[in-house]
């Protein structure tokens, strides 16, 4: 179920995006019940991670929210991480990744002294 796709994020700005899950029929896949989590690595087997604050706002549509402040982005090096998402089922507990890729982290130019 999970769908590959890279995003780009600027270094030191706050970053929000919105994903629709979509089932197997092409249609918005209802996530009623659900939670959402998600985290970006520079890799797979990096300690150090950084989570997206993640909210389900129409869950009938499929959306969830993606968020990032500046306060996270401005404390991670330009350069290429990994990701996924992950949706859990609350009743059972059940896991499934519905989104996962890599991230372009572009490098700050203006900072504060």
């Known amino acids: 179920m999970a769908v590959y796709a890279n995003l780009t994020i600027d270094q030191g700005t706050d970053y929000f995006s919105t994903v629709t899950v979509e089932g197997s029929n092409g249609l918005p896949y209802d996530l009623t019940g659900f939670t959402a989590r998600g985290q970006i690595r520079r890799s797979y087997t990096s300690a150090t991670s950084y989570s997206f604050i993640l909210t389900i706002n129409n869950p009938t ?16 090096r330009a350069g290429r991480y990994v990701y996924d998402i992950e949706i859990v089922e609350s ?16 490098a700050r130019v203006t900072r504060t002294v």
């Open 61 to 76: 549509l499929g959306e969830i929210n993606l968020e990032l402040p500046n306060s996270v982005t401005s404390t991670m």
């Open 91 to 106: 009743e059972t507990g059940d896991i499934t990744r519905v989104v996962e890729g890599q991230v372009e982290i572009t």
